[in-house]
């Protein structure tokens, strides 16, 4: 059974940076897909970026590119989401998964089997 652990969420103010972890039990990321989504309140969950194991590809929402950066943890069970430069906009839920997307569809929450419980991350002065 995969089972996602997200971690790392805080309150920060802006312009500070954080970073998330996404642990997977279970086994490891090899031949997968790993993408994080938030979801702010009132609001339709938004994608923000997905790195495919195999090849390190990495892609981002239009919102977080050139802020955050998506990566490999050291373990092959895990995956950071560095976040700098953070804006109070950026305040949500952020939620890891994975799944085996094909490259077109990899920006789309339906097409990852196994989510996370999500973290909080607040920006607000």
């Known amino acids: 059974q995969v089972q996602l652990q997200e971690s790392g969420g805080a309150f920060v103010q802006p312009g500070n940076s954080l970073r998330l972890t996404c642990t997977r039990s279970g086994g490891s990321f090899s031949g997968y897909s790993v993408a994080w989504f938030r979801q702010a309140p009132g609001k339709e969950r938004e994608f923000v970026s997905v790195?495919?194991?195999?090849?390190?590809?990495?892609y981002y929402g239009d919102s977080v590119k050139g802020r955050f950066t998506i990566s490999k943890g050291n373990a092959a069970n895990s995956v950071h989401l560095q976040m700098n430069g953070l804006k109070v906009e950026d305040t949500a839920v952020y939620y890891c998964?994975?799944?085996?997307?094909?490259?077109?569809?990899?920006?789309?929450?339906?097409?990852?089997?196994?989510w996370g419980q999500g973290t909080q991350v607040t920006v607000s002065s």
């Open positions: 998964a994975t799944g085996r997307p094909i490259t077109s569809s990899m920006r789309d929450a339906n097409m990852y089997y196994y």
């Open positions: 790195l495919r194991w195999s090849t390190l590809a990495t």
